[in-house]
Protein backbone atom coordinates (compact mmCIF):
# COMPACT_ATOMS: atom_id res chain seq x y z
CA UNK A 1 0.00 0.00 0.00
CA UNK A 2 2.91 2.60 0.93
CA UNK A 3 4.46 1.27 -2.46
CA UNK A 4 1.76 2.25 -4.04
CA UNK A 5 1.51 5.77 -2.77
CA UNK A 6 4.52 6.69 -3.45
CA UNK A 7 3.69 5.45 -7.15
CA UNK A 8 0.75 7.34 -7.04
CA UNK A 9 2.81 10.31 -5.69
CA UNK A 10 5.48 10.60 -7.88
CA UNK A 11 2.81 9.92 -10.71
CA UNK A 12 1.18 12.84 -9.93
CA UNK A 13 4.37 15.24 -9.13
CA UNK A 14 5.37 14.25 -13.02
CA UNK A 15 2.07 15.58 -14.10
CA UNK A 16 2.14 18.54 -12.06
CA UNK A 17 5.85 19.56 -13.80
CA UNK A 18 4.19 18.27 -17.25
CA UNK A 19 1.40 21.00 -16.73
CA UNK A 20 4.24 23.75 -15.20
CA UNK A 21 6.33 23.19 -18.13
CA UNK A 22 3.39 23.19 -20.80
CA UNK A 23 2.38 26.47 -19.26
CA UNK A 24 6.03 27.67 -19.16
CA UNK A 25 5.88 27.13 -22.92
CA UNK A 26 2.82 29.14 -23.55
CA UNK A 27 3.79 32.09 -21.49
CA UNK A 28 6.62 31.91 -23.48
CA UNK A 29 5.08 31.72 -26.97
CA UNK A 30 2.48 34.27 -25.74
CA UNK A 31 5.56 36.84 -24.86
CA UNK A 32 7.60 35.97 -28.07
CA UNK A 33 4.33 37.14 -30.41
CA UNK A 34 4.10 40.12 -27.97
CA UNK A 35 7.71 41.07 -28.74
CA UNK A 36 7.41 40.37 -32.39
CA UNK A 37 9.59 41.77 -34.18
CA UNK A 38 12.36 42.64 -32.05
CA UNK A 39 14.95 41.66 -34.61
CA UNK A 40 15.52 42.47 -38.23
CA UNK A 41 13.13 40.38 -40.85
CA UNK A 42 14.27 38.73 -43.90
CA UNK A 43 11.80 39.64 -47.11
CA UNK A 44 12.67 36.56 -49.47
CA UNK A 45 11.74 37.61 -53.41
CA UNK A 46 11.13 34.03 -55.46
CA UNK A 47 12.09 36.31 -58.23
CA UNK A 48 15.28 38.07 -59.91
CA UNK A 49 16.13 41.31 -58.85
CA UNK A 50 14.67 44.32 -61.00
CA UNK A 51 11.60 42.34 -62.03
CA UNK A 52 8.03 43.34 -60.87
CA UNK A 53 8.00 41.04 -57.44
CA UNK A 54 10.81 43.19 -57.04
CA UNK A 55 9.59 46.16 -57.23
CA UNK A 56 6.51 45.26 -55.09
CA UNK A 57 8.79 44.55 -52.69
CA UNK A 58 10.61 47.89 -52.99
CA UNK A 59 7.54 49.53 -52.48
CA UNK A 60 6.28 47.87 -49.32
CA UNK A 61 9.99 47.54 -47.56
CA UNK A 62 9.51 51.16 -46.41
CA UNK A 63 5.69 50.48 -45.26
CA UNK A 64 6.67 47.77 -43.04
CA UNK A 65 10.02 48.90 -41.99
CA UNK A 66 8.04 51.35 -40.27
CA UNK A 67 4.59 49.41 -39.50
CA UNK A 68 6.63 46.84 -37.97
CA UNK A 69 9.40 49.24 -36.16
CA UNK A 70 12.23 46.70 -37.47
CA UNK A 71 14.43 46.88 -40.46
CA UNK A 72 13.14 44.69 -43.69
CA UNK A 73 15.66 43.06 -45.78
CA UNK A 74 15.00 42.29 -49.02
CA UNK A 75 16.74 38.66 -50.37
CA UNK A 76 16.09 37.93 -53.93
CA UNK A 77 16.08 34.50 -54.37
CA UNK A 78 14.79 33.56 -58.39
CA UNK A 79 15.07 30.54 -60.37
CA UNK A 80 12.25 27.85 -61.53
CA UNK A 81 9.48 29.52 -61.62
CA UNK A 82 9.46 31.44 -58.02
CA UNK A 83 10.17 27.74 -56.66
CA UNK A 84 13.57 28.05 -55.20
CA UNK A 85 12.50 30.79 -52.95
CA UNK A 86 9.50 29.39 -51.69
CA UNK A 87 11.62 26.16 -50.87
CA UNK A 88 13.67 28.44 -48.49
CA UNK A 89 10.32 30.23 -47.06
CA UNK A 90 8.72 26.72 -46.37
CA UNK A 91 11.95 25.25 -44.56
CA UNK A 92 12.54 28.73 -42.21
CA UNK A 93 11.40 28.43 -38.48
CA UNK A 94 7.74 29.96 -38.29
CA UNK A 95 8.59 33.30 -35.92
CA UNK A 96 7.97 35.52 -38.31
CA UNK A 97 11.24 36.69 -39.32
CA UNK A 98 11.58 34.76 -42.62
CA UNK A 99 8.50 36.05 -45.18
CA UNK A 100 7.79 35.19 -48.79
CA UNK A 101 6.90 37.92 -51.28
CA UNK A 102 5.44 35.85 -54.86
CA UNK A 103 4.20 35.92 -57.94
CA UNK A 104 0.43 34.23 -59.19
CA UNK A 105 2.92 30.98 -60.32
CA UNK A 106 2.82 30.07 -56.47
CA UNK A 107 -0.75 28.46 -58.00
CA UNK A 108 0.84 27.62 -60.91
CA UNK A 109 3.92 25.53 -60.48
CA UNK A 110 1.59 22.55 -58.59
CA UNK A 111 0.03 21.97 -62.05
CA UNK A 112 3.05 22.28 -64.31
CA UNK A 113 5.93 20.58 -62.08
CA UNK A 114 6.20 17.14 -61.63
CA UNK A 115 7.32 17.55 -58.52
CA UNK A 116 7.98 20.72 -55.87
CA UNK A 117 10.78 20.69 -52.91
CA UNK A 118 7.59 21.75 -50.80
CA UNK A 119 3.83 21.34 -50.47
CA UNK A 120 2.27 24.60 -51.65
CA UNK A 121 -1.00 24.70 -48.93
CA UNK A 122 0.33 22.39 -46.18
CA UNK A 123 3.70 24.26 -45.77
CA UNK A 124 3.30 28.15 -46.00
CA UNK A 125 0.70 29.96 -44.50
CA UNK A 126 -1.39 33.10 -46.59
CA UNK A 127 -0.69 36.50 -44.99
CA UNK A 128 -2.29 39.00 -47.67
CA UNK A 129 -2.57 39.54 -50.90
CA UNK A 130 -0.63 42.90 -51.65
CA UNK A 131 -1.21 43.44 -55.72
CA UNK A 132 -2.81 42.73 -58.40
CA UNK A 133 -1.01 43.46 -62.38
CA UNK A 134 -3.03 41.77 -65.27
CA UNK A 135 -2.00 39.84 -67.82
CA UNK A 136 -3.07 41.75 -71.36
CA UNK A 137 -3.45 40.29 -74.94
CA UNK A 138 -1.54 42.91 -77.15
CA UNK A 139 -1.20 42.95 -81.09
CA UNK A 140 1.22 44.36 -83.48
CA UNK A 141 -0.84 47.69 -84.87
CA UNK A 142 -0.77 45.87 -88.08
CA UNK A 143 -2.94 42.79 -87.06
CA UNK A 144 -6.06 43.15 -88.60
CA UNK A 145 -8.10 42.80 -85.26
CA UNK A 146 -8.73 45.24 -83.22
CA UNK A 147 -11.17 43.46 -80.49
CA UNK A 148 -11.60 40.06 -78.93
CA UNK A 149 -14.97 38.83 -81.01
CA UNK A 150 -12.92 40.38 -84.14
CA UNK A 151 -9.71 38.06 -83.17
CA UNK A 152 -12.20 34.98 -82.76
CA UNK A 153 -13.65 35.19 -85.95
CA UNK A 154 -10.15 35.67 -87.52
CA UNK A 155 -8.82 32.66 -85.57
CA UNK A 156 -11.48 30.43 -86.94
CA UNK A 157 -11.58 31.53 -90.33
CA UNK A 158 -7.38 31.15 -90.41
CA UNK A 159 -6.00 28.89 -92.99
CA UNK A 160 -2.96 28.02 -89.97
CA UNK A 161 -3.02 29.03 -86.61
CA UNK A 162 -2.47 32.07 -85.37
CA UNK A 163 0.75 32.38 -83.56
CA UNK A 164 0.65 34.30 -79.54
CA UNK A 165 3.37 34.29 -77.46
CA UNK A 166 3.60 34.13 -73.76
CA UNK A 167 6.65 35.36 -71.24
CA UNK A 168 7.61 31.59 -70.95
CA UNK A 169 5.89 27.63 -70.57
CA UNK A 170 3.57 27.68 -67.74
CA UNK A 171 4.12 31.48 -66.81
CA UNK A 172 0.70 33.27 -66.33
CA UNK A 173 0.71 34.55 -69.48
CA UNK A 174 0.96 31.13 -71.03
CA UNK A 175 -1.88 29.88 -68.69
CA UNK A 176 -4.15 33.10 -69.76
CA UNK A 177 -3.64 31.67 -73.38
CA UNK A 178 -4.47 28.34 -72.96
CA UNK A 179 -7.24 29.69 -71.11
CA UNK A 180 -8.61 31.64 -73.93
CA UNK A 181 -7.72 29.22 -76.26
CA UNK A 182 -10.26 26.75 -74.37
CA UNK A 183 -13.14 28.82 -73.77
CA UNK A 184 -13.05 30.87 -77.08
CA UNK A 185 -12.51 27.08 -78.85
CA UNK A 186 -10.14 28.48 -81.01
CA UNK A 187 -6.57 26.96 -82.31
CA UNK A 188 -3.95 29.17 -81.49
CA UNK A 189 0.25 28.17 -81.01
CA UNK A 190 1.65 28.86 -78.50
CA UNK A 191 5.26 30.35 -78.89
CA UNK A 192 7.19 30.58 -75.35
CA UNK A 193 10.04 33.35 -74.76
CA UNK A 194 12.34 33.51 -71.74
CA UNK A 195 10.81 36.52 -70.38
CA UNK A 196 8.03 38.94 -71.51
CA UNK A 197 11.09 41.14 -72.33
CA UNK A 198 12.05 39.53 -75.53
CA UNK A 199 8.29 38.52 -76.00
CA UNK A 200 7.64 42.37 -75.67
CA UNK A 201 10.80 43.37 -78.75
CA UNK A 202 9.20 40.60 -80.96
CA UNK A 203 5.91 41.37 -81.03
CA UNK A 204 6.88 45.19 -81.52
CA UNK A 205 8.95 44.07 -84.52
CA UNK A 206 6.39 42.46 -86.04
CA UNK A 207 7.91 38.93 -85.32
CA UNK A 208 4.29 37.42 -83.62
CA UNK A 209 1.56 39.45 -84.19
CA UNK A 210 -0.16 38.35 -80.36
CA UNK A 211 1.44 38.57 -77.12
CA UNK A 212 -0.39 37.61 -73.55
CA UNK A 213 2.12 39.60 -71.19
CA UNK A 214 2.00 41.37 -68.07
CA UNK A 215 0.86 44.72 -68.21
CA UNK A 216 3.11 46.39 -66.61
CA UNK A 217 5.74 45.22 -69.30
CA UNK A 218 3.98 47.20 -72.06
CA UNK A 219 2.11 49.72 -70.36
CA UNK A 220 3.77 52.44 -72.18
CA UNK A 221 3.73 51.03 -75.72
CA UNK A 222 -0.49 50.95 -75.14
CA UNK A 223 -0.20 54.57 -74.31
CA UNK A 224 2.07 55.17 -77.72
CA UNK A 225 -0.30 53.65 -79.70
CA UNK A 226 2.99 51.30 -80.95
CA UNK A 227 0.58 47.63 -79.71
CA UNK A 228 -2.94 47.69 -79.51
CA UNK A 229 -4.50 46.24 -76.20
CA UNK A 230 -7.43 44.37 -77.04
CA UNK A 231 -8.37 42.68 -73.42
CA UNK A 232 -6.91 42.97 -69.91
CA UNK A 233 -7.50 39.20 -68.12
CA UNK A 234 -8.71 39.87 -64.98
CA UNK A 235 -12.59 40.21 -64.46
CA UNK A 236 -12.91 44.17 -64.43
CA UNK A 237 -11.33 46.73 -66.39
CA UNK A 238 -8.07 48.34 -65.01
CA UNK A 239 -7.74 51.63 -63.54
CA UNK A 240 -4.01 51.70 -65.47
CA UNK A 241 -5.69 51.50 -68.78
CA UNK A 242 -9.17 51.78 -68.42
CA UNK A 243 -10.10 51.97 -71.96
CA UNK A 244 -8.86 48.74 -72.71
CA UNK A 245 -11.64 46.09 -72.23
CA UNK A 246 -11.74 42.77 -69.75
CA UNK A 247 -11.77 39.58 -71.38
CA UNK A 248 -14.34 38.53 -69.33
CA UNK A 249 -16.54 41.16 -71.49
CA UNK A 250 -17.18 38.99 -74.23
CA UNK A 251 -16.06 36.04 -72.70
CA UNK A 252 -18.39 34.57 -69.82
CA UNK A 253 -16.06 33.41 -67.03
CA UNK A 254 -12.57 34.14 -67.99
CA UNK A 255 -10.52 35.77 -64.97
CA UNK A 256 -6.36 35.17 -64.87
CA UNK A 257 -5.11 37.61 -62.30
CA UNK A 258 -1.25 38.09 -61.97
CA UNK A 259 -1.22 38.85 -57.91
CA UNK A 260 1.54 39.44 -55.47
CA UNK A 261 0.61 37.87 -52.11
CA UNK A 262 2.73 37.55 -49.03
CA UNK A 263 3.11 34.00 -47.33
CA UNK A 264 5.31 32.75 -43.75
CA UNK A 265 6.31 29.21 -43.23
CA UNK A 266 3.64 27.38 -41.66
CA UNK A 267 2.75 27.31 -38.72
CA UNK A 268 3.94 30.94 -37.96
CA UNK A 269 1.59 32.17 -34.69
CA UNK A 270 -1.52 33.70 -35.48
CA UNK A 271 -0.45 37.06 -33.77
CA UNK A 272 2.32 37.53 -35.60
CA UNK A 273 0.19 36.92 -39.24
CA UNK A 274 -2.35 39.53 -37.78
CA UNK A 275 0.38 42.18 -37.07
CA UNK A 276 2.04 42.02 -40.56
CA UNK A 277 -1.53 41.85 -42.57
CA UNK A 278 -2.90 44.98 -40.91
CA UNK A 279 0.68 46.85 -41.82
CA UNK A 280 -0.03 45.88 -45.57
CA UNK A 281 -3.67 46.95 -44.95
CA UNK A 282 -2.64 50.19 -44.07
CA UNK A 283 -0.08 50.43 -47.02
CA UNK A 284 -2.73 49.42 -49.19
CA UNK A 285 -5.02 52.46 -48.44
CA UNK A 286 -1.95 54.97 -48.57
CA UNK A 287 -1.93 56.68 -51.49
CA UNK A 288 1.26 57.39 -51.92
CA UNK A 289 1.62 53.73 -52.08
CA UNK A 290 -1.37 53.24 -53.93
CA UNK A 291 0.38 55.81 -56.88
CA UNK A 292 3.77 53.70 -56.92
CA UNK A 293 2.14 50.43 -57.95
CA UNK A 294 -0.22 52.43 -60.60
CA UNK A 295 3.27 53.50 -61.73
CA UNK A 296 4.65 50.32 -62.45
CA UNK A 297 1.12 48.82 -64.15
CA UNK A 298 -0.71 47.55 -60.99
CA UNK A 299 -3.17 47.97 -58.44
CA UNK A 300 -2.43 47.96 -54.66
CA UNK A 301 -4.79 45.27 -52.69
CA UNK A 302 -4.62 44.35 -48.92
CA UNK A 303 -6.76 41.15 -47.78
CA UNK A 304 -6.95 38.89 -45.16
CA UNK A 305 -5.47 35.60 -44.96
CA UNK A 306 -8.60 33.65 -45.26
CA UNK A 307 -9.45 35.44 -48.57
CA UNK A 308 -5.68 34.72 -49.78
CA UNK A 309 -5.84 30.83 -48.92
CA UNK A 310 -9.47 31.04 -50.57
CA UNK A 311 -7.25 31.93 -54.06
CA UNK A 312 -4.98 29.64 -53.72
CA UNK A 313 -7.11 26.86 -52.99
CA UNK A 314 -9.31 28.00 -55.78
CA UNK A 315 -6.87 28.21 -58.08
CA UNK A 316 -4.70 24.76 -58.00
CA UNK A 317 -7.28 22.64 -59.25
CA UNK A 318 -8.17 25.19 -61.89
CA UNK A 319 -4.57 25.57 -63.47
CA UNK A 320 -4.52 21.76 -62.75
CA UNK A 321 -7.33 20.99 -64.97
CA UNK A 322 -6.06 23.46 -67.31
CA UNK A 323 -2.37 22.44 -67.26
CA UNK A 324 -3.56 18.66 -67.67
CA UNK A 325 -5.93 19.82 -70.83
CA UNK A 326 -3.29 21.68 -72.52
CA UNK A 327 -0.82 19.29 -71.66
CA UNK A 328 1.56 22.42 -70.15
CA UNK A 329 4.34 20.59 -67.81
CA UNK A 330 8.25 21.25 -66.32
CA UNK A 331 9.94 18.25 -66.26
Not at 267 to 278: A, H, L, S, V, Y
Request: proline share 8%.
Amino acid sequence: MTLLRQMTGRWLNAVCAICVLSGTSVAVAATADQDYPNKPIRLIVSYPAGGSVDVAARILQEPLTQGLGQSVVIENKGGAGGTIGTAQVAKAAPDGYTLLLTLSSHTINPAIYAQLPFDTEKDLDPVSMVASAPQVLVAHPSFKPSTVAELIEYAKAADKPVIYGSAGVGSPSHIAGELFKKLAQVQLTHAPYRGGGPATVDVLGGQIPLLWVSLPAVTQYIRNGKLKALAVSTKERTPVVPDVPSMAETIDGFNVDSWYAMFAPAGTPRPIIDKIQKVLADAAGNKTIQQAFLAQGAVAVGGTPEALEAVVKKEIPAWKALAKDANIKIN
